[in-house]
């Protein structure tokens, strides 16, 4: 992972929005730390996964690193290009190379619109060809591409099926050929048999376009499956980042290591002799995240340093990144 | 032999709506034990969740329409009781907890004043002693200060204290049957995990039976007796916990298992994903349900729905093909 230009890197990304109340001369009460300084790099044709609880601020990083949301302070560098301080015709040619897919496959398609009118806007908007005619043409590949009935590219979104308009989703996604594409939970809302049919999808298409992916999900399981390294969030900070299966043999912060140990395995032997950590509490709020360590409300082995002291980020093994005082 | 608890057969559920007539439980049986726990997997419209509602004859009528079946719990048939006889079991002998329990809890009621409604109702306790009982309830589910918490209101809990709450009103009167439908769906992993641990512990010290509602093989496969799969409405496959993970022995079952990736496993090939879609009910079925998406298909099974048939010791299966061998039984 020493490539000298990654095609994202993430510096100290912080979001934070204000809690206002009064309707007409709003006073600030508070501020939500969704983000608080968030770094990685994405290598090109990787993808790196990024898991934690609701709340942990995962979705908001993929939404500010694409400039969703204003972000706070930070640094977003996505193909040599600053998306942060991007404006008009520049943040236009950087959006054409970055794309998001979202959650719920029923709320992110526009209902009164035709599939066509979906998959071919992102090349209207980007002047890509230069008839509708071939936008067309170039939609009815991608319906094909991944995996749609071409002929159906007249229909509306609620004639699909859940795991057809996530796949709809993706050839929005991919109509304006991008690089990067940020996955926001794409399967999650998805039954399971559908599910490993969209996850290979998106593998598929990796291969065969070379797509880098930040892929943002709560399940675990299917983490490990489809990234190459994975990052956690606490609380709007990263607490551990390495390859997945060091990660996921040799977990090194305690949250990690709690995570890990909460998630089932479809087989009732190894599920029932196995040790569980089972973390008491919920998330603490992040209006106002606990000094020191954030996790240490929460941490089975937390010390007094850990109430007093941010840990420091550092690389505890090779590419392996942890920020916990009770690593050696 | 332990003491049959709930005996379901030939259970039959179908909605009349303006499409057309949706065939959502299409004749499922099944018994349950004292104490035991069993659950019942599938994905969504299977009728996992049309079947156990039928039971409690919850489901809105019209539309809905148990039309076939028998569900005899403790000698009686659930489906032959009035609306009152229904009331004193609900609550009190089976007790039902839901997915969001956002949904299911009264927004402007405080915690304390639903908890303690079916305490007065079911048990005839007065008020102080149905708080002092609801005060020890939300102690046994874990709820910090139980006793400063009855006067706060359902969005003044996270949604897995919400879910704890839930279960406390559940466990309230003592039910020798708790039906759980997805109580861990909408929670983080941390969470599920805290409130799988509550309710094995709840069932050991309550000796209550337990029906698991769930679509994720991996949640319960720690703490299940026996699993009961289903498709489009009817159990396809019925095994004691291990075999059923063991020794698969319908194509269904054997598919969603191939379809899940292990966090405790390294594999780098794709998954195994199931083609097609889960059929539409509002079509008569013909021929068994999952036929279209069957890698293991013979021609008889497009002409016949398979009956469960025994292929071991408490293990039947809804196959005319052993898959094993592929060949036909």
Redesign the interface.
Known sequence: MSDPTPLVEVQDLKKHFPVTRGLILQRRVGLVRAVDGVSFTIQRGETLGMVG??GCGKTTVGRTMLGLYPATSGRVVIDGDDILHARGRDMLNIRRKAQIIFQDPYASLNPRWTVSSIVTEPMRVHKLFSSDRERTERARKLMALVGLNPNLINRFPHEF?G??RQRIGIARALASDPSFIVCDEPISAL???????V??LL?ELQDQFGLTYLFIA?D???V???CDRVAVLYLGVMVELADR?EL?EHPLHPYTQ???????????????ARK?T???G?VPSPLNPPAGCRFHTRCPIAMDICRQQVPEWREAAPHHWVACHAVQ | MVDSLLRVTDLKTRFHTPEGIVHAVNGISFHLNEGETVAVVGESGCGKSVSMLSLLRLIPTPPGEIYSGTAIYRNDDLLKKSEQEMEDVRGREISMIFQDPMTSLNPVLTIGRQLTESLRLHLGMTQEQAEQRAISLLEQVGIPDPSRRLGDFPHQFSGGMRQRVMIAMALSCAPSLLIADEPTTALDVTIQAQIVELVARLRESLHMAIIWITHDLGVVAGMADRVIVMYAGYIVEEADVDDLYDIPSHPYTLALLAALPRVDRRRDQRLKSIPGAPPNLLVEPHGCPFAPRCEFVIEQCLAENPPLMSVGKNHASACWVAVKTGLPR
């Open positions: 609880e609701s099926s795991g057809q039954d399971v048999s559908i599910q490993a049919q996850v290979n593998e709560h675990l399981s299917m490990r499956h489809i299966h996921y709690a995570l890990l140990s909460a998630v089932p395995i479809p087989d009732p032997r190894k599920d029932r569980r089972i973390l008491t919920d």
